[in-house]
């Protein structure tokens, strides 16, 4: 199954520099090697997110890697760089034969321009409307940086001010992103929010317990 896996990779190492060379520098190609997370980044081009070989894989690549093989494609979506790039996205993922998910390919196309020219004219022919805000996306090609990112996003109140049912809601969508599918990743949110390992992964477990319940304390 490894060789299987191994080949399909191989195969599509250059259609990754095909997509990003017919759509020129707005386009960005990143081939993805789920089963080494804090390096996933196999074949890179475009330097969109300015990510390398051998770099971390996303937040979205997280997500997905959390919802293992009942993950599916996201097409088409809107997200925005920490630069202020907005792109839109497709991630495809990589399933062996018996559709086990193990990778993927993901293009990024940068559409910053287009939509500034689109709400200029909406403003022109006086019909623009305030767009909704894509998300800020963390891309980096260190694994530890990106989980950083993630943290921050999730921290508006200081830990010692949450209460129990805070501090579970904090691990619940931590969870939910992605953060927990990688190593170390654990120590580095326990660091973070100053408590111990063992206290952080009994956060987990029973943030994990809550969501499988459906309760909320």
Same mark, same amino acid.
């Given at each position: /199954?490894?060789?299987?896996?191994?080949?399909?990779?191989?195969?599509?190492?250059?259609?990754?520099?095909?997509?990003?060379? $017919?759509?020129?520098?707005?386009?960005?190609?990143?081939?993805?090697?789920?089963? *080494?997370?804090?390096?996933?980044?196999?074949?890179?081009?475009?330097?969109?997110?300015?990510? $390398?070989?051998?770099?971390? /894989? =996303?937040?979205?690549?997280?997500?997905?890697?959390?919802?293992?093989?009942?993950?599916?494609?996201?097409?088409?979506?809107?997200?925005?760089?920490?630069?202020? *790039?907005?792109?839109?996205?497709? $991630?495809?993922?990589?399933?062996?034969?018996?559709? &086990? +998910?193990?990778?993927?390919?993901?293009?990024?196309?940068? +559409?910053?321009?287009? =939509?500034?020219?689109?709400?200029?004219?909406?403003?022109?022919?006086?019909?623009?409307?305030?767009?909704?805000?894509?998300?800020?996306?963390?891309?980096?090609?260190?694994?530890? =940086?990106?989980?950083?990112?993630?943290?921050? !996003?999730?921290?508006? &109140?200081?830990?010692?001010?949450?209460?129990?049912?805070?501090?579970?809601?904090?691990?619940?969508?931590l969870d939910e992103r992605g953060v927990f599918a990688v190593r170390r990743a654990i120590e580095q949110v326990a660091g973070r929010l100053g408590i111990s390992r063992a206290s952080a992964y009994s956060?987990? =477990?029973?943030?994990?317990?809550? !969501?499988?319940?459906?309760?909320?304390?």
């Amino acid at each position: /199954m490894e060789a299987e896996r191994d080949a399909i990779i191989a195969a599509l190492t250059p259609v990754v520099d095909g997509i990003a060379a $017919t759509f020129g520098p707005v386009c960005e190609a990143v081939l993805h090697d789920y089963r *080494r997370p804090e390096h996933s980044v196999v074949a890179v081009a475009g330097s969109l997110t300015g990510r $390398t070989v051998g770099g971390a /894989m =996303s937040e979205i690549g997280m997500r997905m890697l959390t919802r293992g093989d009942e993950a599916a494609d996201e097409l088409n979506y809107i997200t925005r760089t920490d630069t202020g *790039r907005l792109l839109k996205s497709s $991630t495809m993922l990589l399933r062996d034969s018996s559709g &086990q +998910v193990f990778g993927a390919l993901c293009v990024n196309v940068d +559409v910053t321009a287009a =939509s500034e020219v689109h709400a200029l004219l909406g403003a022109l022919a006086g019909t623009a409307t305030a767009p909704a805000e894509p998300p800020v996306t963390a891309f980096g090609d260190d694994i530890d =940086s990106v989980v950083d990112v993630m943290l921050d !996003a999730h921290r508006h &109140q200081s830990w010692a001010l949450l209460d129990r049912a805070g501090r579970l809601d904090l691990f619940r969508s931590l969870d939910e992103r992605g953060v927990f599918a990688v190593r170390r990743a654990i120590e580095q949110v326990a660091g973070r929010l100053g408590i111990s390992r063992a206290s952080a992964y009994s956060y987990l =477990s029973q943030s994990r317990k809550q !969501a499988n319940t459906g309760g909320h304390s």
